[in-house]
Each structure stands twice: as C-alpha cells, then as structure tokens.
C-alpha cells in the first residue's frame, strides 16, 4: 500500500507539470495571432464608429448653422414674410439633412456594389 501511494505523490506532480508545459507550448503560438486578429477587428470597429460619429457631428453643425443663418435672415425682414417663409422650413431640420446624408450614402454604397458587380460579371 505505502508503495502505491508513493507512486501517485510522484506521479501527479510529473504528470501536472509535464501537462502545463504541454498546453503552454501548445497554446502559446496561438495567443499572439488571436490577439493580433482581435485587435485589428476592434481597430476597424473603432474606425467606423468614429466616422459615423464625425458624420453624426457634421449634421449637426450644419443643421445648426442654417438654423442661425435663417433666424439672421428672419430678423431682417417684415413679420408677415416671417410667418410666410416658415411654413417652407421644417421644425425637425438636422433630421432632414440626416436622411438626405443616409440617403447619398446609400447611393454611393449602391454605385459601387453595382461597379464591383459589374467587373466580376466582366472577369
């Protein structure tokens, strides 16, 4: 019995250590790609996020700025061109623009889908 139990206080210690330098040499070439692969991936997400975070900004500015211009311009004239002329401006002006940049940019996602399209159709 001694002999067995002598066996096992032996044998696990060389069996857990063997094994850790196993799955170290085993996984450890592996790390560095996936690591590689998980920030780039996360740099491209980064990168779209803050364009579209540009874009988002951009609207604003300028829906801002014509706000600003079209008061200017509506403390200049008469009132009654005031309550005509704002029956032509919509209240929800940064939205409008935001569909109108969607919108051009769907267009051009569309334009170079049917380019790339046709090109492989071509080859």
């Known amino acids: 019995m001694g002999w067995i139990i002598g066996f096992l206080r032996t044998l696990f ?8 330098r196993f799955l170290l ?16 991936f996360f740099k491209k997400v980064g990168i779209l996020l803050l364009v579209i ?3 988002g900004t951009a ?9 600003v ?3 200017q311009i509506a403390n200049l004239g008469p ?12 209240g929800n002006l940064s939205l409008c623009i935001t569909l109108l940049v969607l919108a051009k940019i769907k267009s051009l ?3 170079w889908v049917t380019r790339l399209s046709e090109q ?3 080859t």
Do not use: K, N
């Open 120 to 122: 492989f159709i071509h």
């Open 79 to 90: 009132p009654w061109m005031l309550e005509i002329g704002r029956m032509f401006v919509p």
């Open 25 to 40: 040499g085993f996984f450890g070439p592996l790390i560095a790609p996936v690591m590689g692969f998980i920030a780039q």
């Open 109 to 111: 996602i569309f334009y």
């Open 13 to 20: 210690p060389r069996l857990f250590s063997g094994l850790g």
């Open 53 to 55: 975070a540009a874009i």
């Open 69 to 71: 211009l079209l008061s």
């Open 59 to 67: 609207v604003q500015v300028m829906a801002l700025a014509i706000g």
